[in-house]
Structures are given as C-alpha cells and as structure tokens.
C-alpha cells in the first residue's frame, strides 16, 4: 500500500509539473512568500511592478529637469573685431540640438529598456539562448512608441496651436536609420548567422549609433555630399522656450514634489508665485549659472554650498509633504483626500530620489548621472518582479515582457514627447524622441542577443 500511495504522489507531482503547477519556490525578499497562495503572490508581485512603474515616472521629472540644464549650458568664446582690434565676448551653446535630441533625450529616456536588457543579457551570459525579457521588451516598447507616444504628440498641444518638424531632412535621416535598423537585425539574424549574434556583428552595430549621430549631425549642419538639400524653418535658439525659463523671472522651482505630484501630468510646468502660491519660491542666487550665461549675470551669480545644502534639504522636506497649495484650494473633499493618498503612496519613492543632488550643480550632470543610476536600479527590480509573476503564475516571461514591460518602461519615452510638444515652439524633439528611441530600442536588441 505504501509503495502505491508512493506511486499516486509522483503521477500527481509529474501532472502538475507537466501543466505547470508546480510550487514557486522563488522569492523576492523573504523565504516566506513562498508559503504564501500563488493567486496571492501573484497579485503582490503586479502591484510591486505597478509600484516600480510609479517610480519610473517620478524619477522621470528629476532627470528632464537635470537634462534641461546640461543642454541650456553655454561656453565664453572671445574673438577680437579685425577693424578695432577689441575683445568681443560671446557666449555659445555647447550641445547642438539634433545630437541632445539623439543622445541625451531618447537615448536616455530609453534608458529603462537598456538597463532591463542588458541586466538580462548579463544573467544570461553562457546560456546558448539569450534571455526573453530583453528582446520582448524592446520589441513591445518600439510598438508603444510608434502608436501611444504619437498619439499622445497629437493631442497634448493647445488647441489651434500647430506645431510643425522645423527640419524636415534631420527628420529623414533619423526615420532612414530607424528603418535601416529593422533590415540590419534582418540581416545578422537570418542572413549571416541565423539566430546567433557575433562579437563582430555586435561591435558593428555599436559603431552605427556613431554613424547615426554624425549623419544626422551632418545634415543639421548641411555639409555638402552628406546632406539633403533640404530647407527648413527657423528653429528656436533655446531649446526650451526663453519665456518659460527668463532669468527675469528668478525664480527657482526648488518644491520638487511639485513636480512630483502631477506625476508626468505636466513635469516641466513653469509658473509665477501668482499661479501656484508657496509652491514656487524665490531664491536667490539659486537659479543655473546656464540659464542666465548671455547676461552680464553669469559673472556675479554663483552656487555656493550653502544654497545647495539649502535646496537638497528642501527636497527632504518636500518629499514629506502631504499636502500642497494647490490641494488646499479644492473644494471637494473627496478630491483632497485622493490627492493626498496618492501623496501618500508617493511618499517612498519621493523620498528615496530625494538623496539625487539639486540639478543646479554642474550644469544638471550630477542629477542626470544619478537619475539614470536609479533607474537601472528600477529596471533590476522590475526583472526579478517579472521571473516572478512567470515563475508563480506560468504565464511566459517573454509574453509579460511584451505587454506590461514594454508598456511600464516606455513611460519615459511617453512623458519626454509630451513634454517637447508641450513646451517647445516646435515638434522636432518630440519626434526625434520617438524616432531614434525606436532604433536606439532595435540596436540594444542586437548587442543584447
């Protein structure tokens, strides 16, 4: 009898094991989960994932608002007037705005599926078959891009505002190597060496962001043999509206949470005191030596220590914040408290991206730099979540990884075109982010494989 109760208990284990009911052993931070229901881990597990993809979104504002500085920083060039021998003082923009739109802008706004592909190809390293989450993810987050993100373009500017492409031929370089991408994954995978990916083929494909950057650096430029012939409208000299960050106004948004607290409803918003109240305040001598270096300013402005502990401690204070200006002004209670619990949910992640330093400091680097450091801690987290949910639930990783991966870590990519479209006189950034996004998503899949 003992033998063939025995028996029935490995004829059930190897039927469960066969349909995929066997036990989750996997855990994410304590041995316990697992004694926990896998219908209850898995609901934990999604909402931990939905949680990551929250804070995805608030790091975002830090790292735009860090990458605005970077592109607003200037350089003093001294030339001397061939008829009066004087010293003429000018100060010009160091970025060109096709290669900040290319690299600072959708490479890093890219930056989550980058970081979840290659934390996945680096736990793959040995296996004969790359790993599903990488690839998945790419492809789902380069169909986000094309669809959400430029729907989201269409709809967010005013109202019988237009906003039109000022260079049509920067434009068409960038959506030829968006499609050159497509063929040359075409080619390494099926072509030269189906379904295996080279070191040779990987190091080709790195070399081809830098042919991407020049041409498309070329044709800003209109270098002759290497460009379009193409003309193309005037084009803002800042690469944010001058009104939006005047230096008459000294202003400095110093309540991070602000931002925060919209969560991407609108990140980048610029107001008076008169607008928001105590949300905006004035500091001075805070504001970026970059916004203001055209002026005589940039001579007698600088920030010292004690500003910048100053801001960074307001962020701490900011994070703890429950309630704003604007919350107190609602009426409606239920509207008030659904703000505030949504603070309150919000209140770990502002907290933790509070230790990201005031994006005052070197020109936005040191944020920038911080800010993507998080976000590749984000992307490992949202890797175990999803073998996770796979593991609990026996739904295939690559298929989680098509839908909500791609979905969740896209939101950058979204948040950066609706941003462009908002607040800049053109629509070249925002479809720039969506473009070279796109084959920046492709080019990782082939080094990832």
Known sequence: ????????????????????????????????????????????????????????????????????????????????????????????????????????????????????????????????????????????????????????????????????????????????????????????????????????????????????????????????????????????????????????NEYSQINFGEDEISDIVDIFSIHSTSETGQAYQKVPGTYDVAECSNNDIQNKISLEDSHVLKLWKQQFMDALTLESTESRKLNNVYLRLARVSWLLLLVPWRLLFAFVPPYQIVHGWIAFICSLIFISGIAYIVTELTDLISCVTGINAYVIAFTALAGGTSWPDLVASKIAAERQTTADSAIANITCSEYICWHRHSVAD
């Not at 190897?14 to 697992?34: N, Q, R």
């Not at 599903?132 to 109202?159: E, W, Y």
């Not at 497509?182 to 995978?189: D, G, N």
Request: glycine share 6%; hydrophobic share 50%.
């Open 1 to 248: 009898m003992a033998s063939a109760h025995k028996k029935i208990v490995e004829n059930i284990a190897g039927v469960s094991s066969i349909v995929g009911l066997e036990k989750c052993e996997s855990y994410l931070l304590f041995p316990g989960e697992t004694a926990l229901g896998d219908g209850f881990r898995a609901l934990l597990y999604f909402l931990g994932l939905a949680y990551c993809f929250i804070g995805l979104s608030a790091i975002t504002a830090r790292f735009f608002r860090s990458m605005e500085n970077v592109v607003k920083q200037t350089r003093k060039v001294v030339e001397i007037d061939p008829s009066t021998k004087a010293e003429i003082v000018r100060y010009e923009k160091v970025w060109n705005y096709t290669i900040a739109d290319i690299t600072l802008l959708a490479f890093g706004t890219s930056f989550p599926q980058i970081s979840l592909a290659t934390i996945d190809a680096l736990r793959n390293i040995g296996d004969l078959y790359a790993g599903g989450l990488g690839p998945a993810t790419l492809v789902g987050s380069a169909a986000f891009d094309l669809f959400p993100i430029h729907a989201v373009c269409v709809v967010v500017p005013k109202a019988g505002e237009l906003k039109k492409i000022s260079d049509i031929g920067v434009w068409l370089v960038e959506l030829f190597w968006s499609f050159w991408a497509y063929i040359w994954l075409y080619i390494i995978l099926e072509v030269w060496t189906p379904n295996v990916v080279t070191l040779w083929e990987a190091l080709l494909t790195v070399l081809q962001f830098g042919l991407l950057l020049t041409h498309a650096y070329a044709q800003d430029k209109r270098w002759p043999y290497l460009s379009l012939p193409l003309e193309r409208t005037e084009r803002p000299e800042d690469w944010v509206p001058l009104e939006a960050t005047s230096c008459k």
